[in-house]
């Protein structure tokens, strides 16, 4: 199920549990009545914290990735305030309560918003990811990144049992023709092993997809440049190898690997967006290398839940990721150099390099002598180098740009009136440095030479909230939090075209501080599960995707506002099994497109989502397990002076299903996705370039997948 715990949104502090104290109490399950979010950075019970968090558990999320193949899909699907997903590799535009996400592996960030290719929500199989903690609107809590909050993947634990365990799954998916092209298959398996203090898990995950075809049977268009998932090989490699030192303290070690490279097979054919014909493809090869993703990551934590009284976790890490993106038919404008070639000729393409490494380290337990207060302190450090390189003639687009985060944090939560009130604060002081040499620009910049310089950046990130709790499962609360990250300096530091730039005074890459503020209300009794919450969010000198004529984004500094509503309801019926469910979001958010410091346009499809009801009934009853759920995206006119009409979302609606059955050798699963193969045009596509024939992509038609999957 998805566990929705709608207590406050305090966000920003950096509590202090990365997710690797799953093994503690803490386990990220239910103890006792309690349930621990990890990616929250504390081990006290979320019902204790003023923060908006969904749980998404392994049942909920396996029953996503056989209708929808990714991590992604799973949360965009089941969250109402989060995009549609492209379904492409990309997730360009894809945002949360509008604005961007931090995504992480156990707590771990996979962003690269230093220049974002966009890749982040494709770097582990979700066969290994246990389950999947939302937590809402502008945040720090793990630092640089999370202005729309955090998605945290919190992978399999250790195994409690002594000796060998594991898992095996085999899948295979077909399109609604059953075409040779549109099938697909994926094989994963994990074995797990424990003997007495010492345990260790690994396992592999490899996937192969056909193309996609729309409700209308036609093959989906390919997306060269940004890449696809179809027509795809995917391999996922994990370890984790843990030692418990002593009865409260353990090591671990988690290793993952993962690689998705497209086949290219195919070559993009043009829609018409005057008679409405998507976009498709035919057989053929691309020029250039295909679209691929590949992304490693190494971290050991140490821990131990009764150090001097209190809880200590201690994290060292290393992420590389390395993402390329495809080439178009057509020689790209931006890259041409008539020192190279005569312009029109010279074909090239990009791929963004990123390598980041970093610590986290804090202390929580209670005040000796006032247990009510509990009390946390903590260091984080990230250092992260990135720059995006044409791989044909080996120019630099985005010269290495380095990032420097040190970030000492505290944070107390005091209980009052036996717990029916509580009240939480804190402050993250944030020490930022970017460094950039010198360097020049493409020629289809000038060629112009910019000044390197190390611009710092200092600021205090605050927050609090206070939860009032009169009864068990009611509670009200309301909370403030401010979150920040950089602007995509990549996408701002190649598009430099005039002389005399000096990094040092280059405004354009100041961070983006944006705060979370929320009041909401909750019931959780009996087989009530309900929520509501209104959001409001600003950045003073936020950041807005634009995209040229040529496809490519450029990011526009403006003030940006924020507003929304997020309810919902799940009542398990009279009916043994039966739950149903509902969840609404209605997103509101405008930028200052004349620089007056007022808010006069409404952010597009780039930006911000569609409103949004999900309608779902789930039963479950010994061996039988059951789901229908159905996404209602609703039309939407974008409003403002530079508004263009052809850019309104016209709405449409998508209905999945999904059936398993326990038997002794494992379960079998069936799911479809869009049961009812309706024919729709994706909203990124739908509210973007409307002139792009070349990006007029449909969403995918009914989909078949059939699983096996045991347990040992």
Do not use: C
Request: hydrophobic share 40%; aromatic share 10%.
């Amino acid at each position: 199920m998805i566990r929705k715990i709608a207590v406050a949104m305090l966000a920003t502090s950096a509590l202090a549990t990365p997710a690797f104290a799953e093994e503690a109490p803490a386990g990220g399950a239910e103890h006792g009545n309690a349930i621990i979010v990890t990616a929250a950075r504390t081990i006290l019970p979320a019902n204790a914290l003023p923060l908006t968090v969904d749980l998404i558990d392994k049942a909920a999320l396996d029953e996503q990735l056989a209708i929808s193949g990714s991590v992604t899909d799973a949360v965009a699907t089941l969250t109402p305030s989060f995009s549609p997903t492209r379904q492409k590799l990309s997730g360009a535009g894809e945002t949360l309560r509008g604005r961007s996400p931090l995504y992480a592996i156990n707590g771990i960030p996979q962003s690269t918003p230093l220049r974002d290719g966009s890749r982040d929500g494709f770097t582990i199989d979700g066969f290994f990811v246990d389950r999947v903690e939302l937590i809402y609107g502008s945040n720090a809590l793990q630092g640089i990144g999370g202005t729309g909050g955090i998605v945290n993947q919190v992978t399999v634990g250790a195994p409690v049992q002594e000796g060998v365990s594991g898992r095996v799954l085999l899948q295979g998916t077909a399109d609604n023709e059953f075409s040779d092209a549109g099938m697909g298959g994926k094989a994963a398996g994990l074995v797990q092993y424990k003997a007495d203090r010492f345990d260790a898990s690994v396992g592999a995950a490899y996937e192969l997809r056909g193309i996609f075809r729309d409700g209308e049977g036609r093959p989906i268009g390919i997306n060269l440049t940004q890449g696809e998932t179809q027509d795809s090989k995917a391999l996922s490699l994990f370890g984790r190898f843990g030692y418990e030192v002593t009865d409260t303290m353990r090591l671990d070690l988690i290793a993952s690997r993962f690689d998705l490279e497209g086949d290219g097979d195919y070559m993009v054919v043009a829609g018409n967006r005057a008679t409405g014909l998507p976009t498709s493809q035919q057989r053929g090869t691309p020029p250039g290398v295909p679209a691929t993703n590949r992304t490693e990551s190494l971290a050991l934590s140490l821990t131990d839940s009764d150090l001097g009284g209190g809880n200590f976790v201690s994290q060292i890490f290393w992420n590389r990721s390395r993402d390329t993106f495809g080439g178009e038919p057509n020689p790209i404008a931006t890259f041409q150099d008539a020192a190279i070639a005569p312009v029109g000729t010279l074909f090239d393409q990009s791929q963004n390099r990123s390598r980041k490494y970093g610590g986290k380290l804090s202390y929580e337990r209670a005040l000796p002598g006032f247990e009510a207060l509990t009390l946390i302190a903590g260091f984080d450090a990230l250092w992260d180098t990135t720059e995006q390189r044409l791989i044909a003639t080996g120019r630099s687009w985005v010269p290495p740009t380095d990032f420097r985060s040190l970030a000492p944090f505290g944070q107390a939560n005091l209980k009052l009136a036996g717990g029916r009130i509580r009240l939480a604060g804190g402050a993250r002081y944030e020490n930022v440095k970017i460094s950039i040499d010198d360097y020049t620009t493409l020629a289809s910049s000038g060629s112009t030479f910019v000044s390197g310089g190390s611009p710092t950046f200092d600021d205090v990130l605050l927050n609090g909230g206070v939860i009032v709790e009169p009864v068990a499962g009611i509670r009200a609360y309301a909370s403030y939090a401010e979150g920040y990250t950089v602007p995509d300096v990549g996408r701002i530091t190649r598009s430099v075209s005039t002389p005399g730039t000096d990094i040092d005074d280059f405004l354009d890459i100041a961070p983006i501080v944006s705060n979370n503020r929320e009041i909401g209300f909750e019931v959780k009794r009996g087989p009530l599960d309900a929520s509501a919450a209104y959001f409001w969010s600003s950045s003073k000198n936020g950041q807005r995707l634009q995209a040229g004529p040529d496809g490519i984004f450029t990011v526009e500094r403006e003030r940006v506002e924020i507003e929304g509503l997020e309810i919902n309801l799940a009542v398990r019926t009279p009916i043994d099994g039966l739950t149903l469910s509902a969840g609404y979001a209605h997103i509101v958010g405008r930028y200052d497109s004349d620089d007056d410091n007022v808010v006069d346009t409404d952010l597009d499809g780039a930006n911000i989502s569609p409103d949004r009801l999900n309608l779902a009934a789930a039963y479950a009853k010994g061996p039988f397990s059951a789901r229908v759920q159905t996404q209602f995206y609703l039309a939407r006119t974008f409003g403002g002076p530079n508004r263009d009409a052809r850019n309104d979302f016209e709405g449409y609606a998508l209905t999945d299903a999904f059936v398993r059955y326990q038997t002794a050798i494992g379960g079998l699963s069936l799911a479809v996705q869009n049961l009812f193969d309706k024919q729709y045009i994706s909203y990124a596509s739908d509210t973007q370039r409307p002139t792009d024939n070349f990006f007029n992509f449909a969403g995918r038609g009914r989909t078949f997948t059939l699983g096996w999957d045991y347990r040992f």
